[in-house]
């Protein structure tokens, strides 16, 4: 069976853009034997431009189904069907999106019709859905909305499987594994991996884990494991692989600090690279004798306690970059350059010349300290709380006084208390891998909530 599918968004992205109108129509390649077509309300915006090109207004969609609400009959029409679209990641991609948000893996094989009529009907200037339909001579009613551009797909399609009624057994499949496989892997298991962030862990026949990886796309990611190795080593590493198991985590930031966690305590043999610190280079505080905060950005030692680590000293330096534009900080006093009175940003809106004393000490440290101020854990009690592995859970990473603590879980609808919340923490490792991986995601704001906690009055406040 074959689903000729078309639709229309609110924009290009799927991460950013929504569904607003969608057409299915079931073929059994003969005839349509089902029919699906519905405006959906995006339940955000349709931009200006977007409605004169499509004609779909949000009055049109004021009323319509929301997509949660269309979704059991999608499926159901789709079911054991092949996805047939114009540019079919582009509408792959949207639904896949959709699902996903509804916590849902939708995965169907695909057949893109732009591919096809270049194989089987070379020689076209143009391949567009338009432009190609116009020089076969199909009739194209409705351009830009659903059902027009998925009924002129159906005759397009039917075109090409009359010239090769074969041409739907030539898909590829989805995942080429690699012929250095061992021979107990269970390939069903790995093509049922999910599209999810989390971490995943390959074993040998003794059971033993020999790598601990994280993505955030678990299948996508294991699928590139297992595809044909390049290297010697990649083959001998793929000969060993007879288990693979994993964990949704739902949180980047919750993956890397297990995977952290879990190669320094197993010691998977091809994990050799990641046993050291990923983060050896930081940057530490020092004072000078007038009594300014001088940072530095150095390769750690045994002996520093870095405010923040980084993966590479340009990493490093570049967050000093960073803070020196926003607080007008000192590029002398912060290791980037040598001062003196030759200065030439001396006497800018950039710098009031600290490093030549032009500048009060105290006024200059404030600067620094909001500067850094989301960057330290010393004496801090924060939680951060982060998408859970489903729909229904949330992780919490608890940094107290200043250390990392471990990380717990949560019900969305409990509604907990701060002790009952901390007594779900799994205690972790409070290393300068896992103060560099929180690190990283404080200074790029790339976390979902904070709260800062106060054990013994039991009482928090998001930040």
């Known amino acids: 069976m074959w689903c000729i599918i078309d639709i229309e968004t609110t924009g290009v992205s799927k991460h950013r853009g929504k569904i ?15 029919e699906f077509v519905s405006l959906i309300n995006p339940e955000t915006s349709i931009p200006h431009d ?10 049109m969609v004021a009323d319509a189904p929301r997509f949660y609400e269309v979704a059991k009959r999608i499926l159901e029409i789709t079911e054991d069907s092949v996805f047939v679209a114009h540019n079919v990641n582009f509408d792959y991609g949207f639904i896949e999106e959709e699902f996903d948000r509804l916590g849902y893996d939708f995965r169907l094989k695909k057949m893109c019709t732009v591919k096809q009529s270049r194989a089987l009907i070379p020689g076209h200037r143009s391949y567009s859905l338009g432009k190609l339909t116009t020089e076969l001579g199909i009739n194209l009613e409705g351009r ?11 005759k397009l399609f039917e075109l090409l499987y009359a010239i090769d009624p074969n041409f739907g057994l030539k898909l590829k499949p989805e995942i080429q594994l690699s012929k250095y496989l061992h021979p107990e892997l269970d390939t069903e298991k790995v093509l049922s991996i ?19 990886g994280k993505s955030t796309n678990l299948r996508t990611r294991l699928f590139n494991h297992l595809r044909q190795p390049k290297t010697q ?3 001998k590493m793929h000969a060993e692989v007879a288990d693979i198991s994993y964990e949704i985590t739902g949180s980047e930031i919750v993956a890397l600090l297990k995977e952290s966690q879990e190669i320094k ?17 930081g940057i530490i505080e020092e004072h000078d004798l007038f009594g300014y905060h001088l940072l530095r950005p150095v390769k750690l030692e045994a002996h520093h306690k870095p405010i923040s680590s ?13 803070v020196y534009r926003e607080f007008g900080l000192c590029l002398g006093m912060i290791g980037l350059q040598k001062c003196n009175r030759g200065c030439v940003f001396f006497g800018t809106q950039q710098c009031e010349g600290a490093a030549l004393c032009h500048e009060e000490a105290d006024t200059y440290n404030l600067k ?7 960057l330290r854990f010393i004496n801090r009690n924060l939680l951060i709380i982060e998408p859970g592995p489903n729909n229904t859970k949330k992780s919490v990473i608890v940094i107290e006084n200043g250390s990392y603590l471990g990380i717990g879980e949560i019900s969305e609808e409990e509604n907990l208390s701060l002790t009952e919340i901390l007594d779900t923490v799994k205690p972790m490792q409070d290393d300068r891998d896992s103060r560099g991986i929180i690190g990283h995601f404080l200074r790029n704001r790339k976390l979902k909530k904070m709260v800062e906690f106060d054990r013994k009055t039991n009482s928090a406040k998001s930040i």
């Open 50 to 59: 977007i409605s004169r090109l499509t004609g779909i207004t949000n009055q």
């Open 265 to 281: 305590n197993l010691k998977p043999k091809y994990n050799v690279a990641l046993r050291r610190s990923s983060f050896p280079f």
């Open 144 to 154: 830009h909305r659903a059902a027009g551009d998925a009924k002129a797909t159906v």
């Open 368 to 374: 620094v300290e909001n500067a850094l101020e989301n």
């Open 194 to 212: 999910p599209k999810k962030i989390g971490i995943y862990y390959l074993y040998n026949s003794n059971k033993d884990v020999i790598y601990v």
């Open 233 to 235: 080593k990649a083959i």
């Open 310 to 322: 980084f993966s590479s000293i340009a990493e490093a330096k570049g967050y000093l970059e960073k």
């Open 20 to 34: 607003t109108e969608i057409a299915i129509y079931k073929h059994d390649g003969k005839q349509v034997i089902d």
